[in-house]
């Protein structure tokens, strides 16, 4: 089990350094033990990344949504399908990609006989951080998207901005080719149908550059 401390004082918690290992099956199985944080109390299971650990492309969204945190898988649920939809329209397959999120327990609230997503605070973010560190150090991704303002500011710090920075590639600690857009499930909140629509092109179009980048990728090598 993953060592975890509980501050007397402050009542802040600390994990202790995910395993050393680039296995990602003993990582996954490391993580479902994982009680750094309170969050593991109220969520039916972690919910770790998966694909392989050869992907060329990592997407990071920000947590497991209620349908994730049943079936213990990422992108699953609306904002999943929505995201397969794109990636196939940009001409990426999500089969060679590895998806995952910066949070790996469902944050939410009750509304009646609801479970409503609540935003991860900073501490939630720092206390998984390290396996997100560890799936990046397994995985060394040549192209790294992250989806939406939890996983930017995870991965590039406060100061990124997803509408002001999104499409633009830089360099993160974890990837020379990162590059931030918005989440798909922002998508599913637009107002009405024409910023639907303009928006997912916004989206598709963002995914099309991380595709060339792939491609170019593969040509220089």
């Known amino acids: 089990m993953i060592a975890h401390t509980q501050h007397q004082t402050t ?4 994990s202790a350094p995910a395993p050393e290992t680039k296995d990602l099956a003993k990582l996954r199985a490391a993580a479902a033990m994982c009680e750094a944080c309170p969050l593991y109390k109220h969520a039916t299971q972690t919910v770790f990344g998966e694909g392989s650990r050869s992907a060329e492309l990592v997407l990071v969204g920000e947590q497991p949504g209620d349908q994730e945190d049943r079936a213990g898988h990422p ?11 794109a990636l196939e329209e940009a001409g990426i397959d999500r089969k060679l990609a590895y998806v995952t999120n910066a949070v790996k327990h469902f944050k939410w609230e009750p509304r009646g006989k ?15 951080r390290p396996w997100l ?18 996983a930017a500011q995870s991965v590039l710090g406060p100061h990124v901005r997803v509408l002001r920075d999104r499409g633009q590639v830089t360099t993160s600690e974890y990837c020379e ?42 040509v220089s090598g």
């Open 11 to 14: 009542g802040e918690w600390h």
């Open 75 to 85: 992108f699953v649920g609306p904002a999943g399908q929505l995201l397969d939809r």
């Open 114 to 128: 609801r479970r409503l997503h609540k935003k991860p605070n900073s501490r939630d973010i720092a206390a998984c």
């Open 133 to 150: 560190m560890a799936e990046m150090h397994a995985i060394q991704p040549q192209v790294l998207v992250l989806l939406g303002s939890t």
């Open 177 to 218: 080719q990162t590059m931030v857009t918005v989440h798909p499930s922002s998508l599913l909140r637009a107002p009405d149908e024409e910023s639907r629509h303009r928006n997912y092109a916004e989206f598709v179009r963002d995914l099309k550059k991380v595709a060339r980048l792939l491609k170019r990728r593969t």
